[in-house]
Structures are given as structure tokens and as C-alpha cells.
């Protein structure tokens, strides 16, 4: 992500997105720098475990989400590592939605 250097406070958004992840359980690392326009560039890279409790995955996962789809955000992953990454909520929701969709067995009118 860049921010301009003059609209840096002490704790910018690479700052809070790194304690964010970090409350979640990820292994996050960041490092700064100053591009050739001025602008503050924050590199934070997070490590995370598939064997990690499956809540702490979600959250991890719904940051890591949310992060790529903000303005001056920019997030590099592995379609491979996206999709595993993903995998555990996409299941849960096609599970829910394969429910709602069984007929319901035993109600009939009698």
C-alpha cells in the first residue's frame, strides 16, 4: 500500500492492518519506504497456517479479503494459496446452501 508521506500519522493503515492480522494469529511482518514520488510504500507480509484453528483462518482470511478491495491497497497472493485460503468458508457456505435446498423429510400432511 502507498500513502502520501505528508498524510502519514503515527500509526497509518499498514500499522493498523498489521495489528489487526497479528489479533488474528497471523505471523506478519512489515517493513517501510519512500517511492520516487514520495510516497510512504508499506510492505506487510503475513504467514499463516491451513492448520490454524478454522476461526482464526476465517478472520485472517476476511482481512486479507476486505484488505484488496481498498483504495491504494494492494495485495499479492498465489491464486493456489487464495484458493486454499478461501476453500474452508467456501465449503461452509455451499453446505448451508445444499441444506436449504433438501426437501425436508417427515413433514408431510397427515
Known amino acids: ?3 502520501p508521506v505528508s498524510e ?3 500509526t497509518g493503515r499498514a500499522d493498523t492492518l498489521h495489528r489487526t492480522l497479528t489479533s488474528k494469529g ?3 511482518s512489515m517493513r517501510h519506504a519512500v517511492d520516487a514520488q514520495g510516497n510512504r510504500v508499506s510492505e506487510v507480509v503475513v504467514q499463516y497456517s491451513m492448520q490454524q484453528p478454522r476461526h482464526e483462518l476465517k478472520d485472517i482470511s476476511l482481512v486479507l479479503d476486505w484488505a484488496a478491495k ?4 494492494q495485495v499479492q ?3 493456489a494459496d487464495r484458493a486454499q485460503r478461501q476453500a474452508p468458508g467456501q465449503r461452509e457456505a ?3 446452501q445444499a441444506r ?3 426437501p425436508r423429510r ?3 400432511i397427515g
Do not use: F, L
Open 8 to 10: 502519514i500519522k503515527t
Open 106 to 108: 417427515g413433514q408431510g
Open 77 to 79: 497472493e498465489r491464486a
Open 1 to 3: 500500500m502507498s500513502e
Open 26 to 28: 497471523a505471523t506478519v
Open 94 to 96: 455451499q453446505q448451508g
Open 100 to 102: 436449504t435446498q433438501e
Open 70 to 73: 481498498q483504495p491504494g491497497h
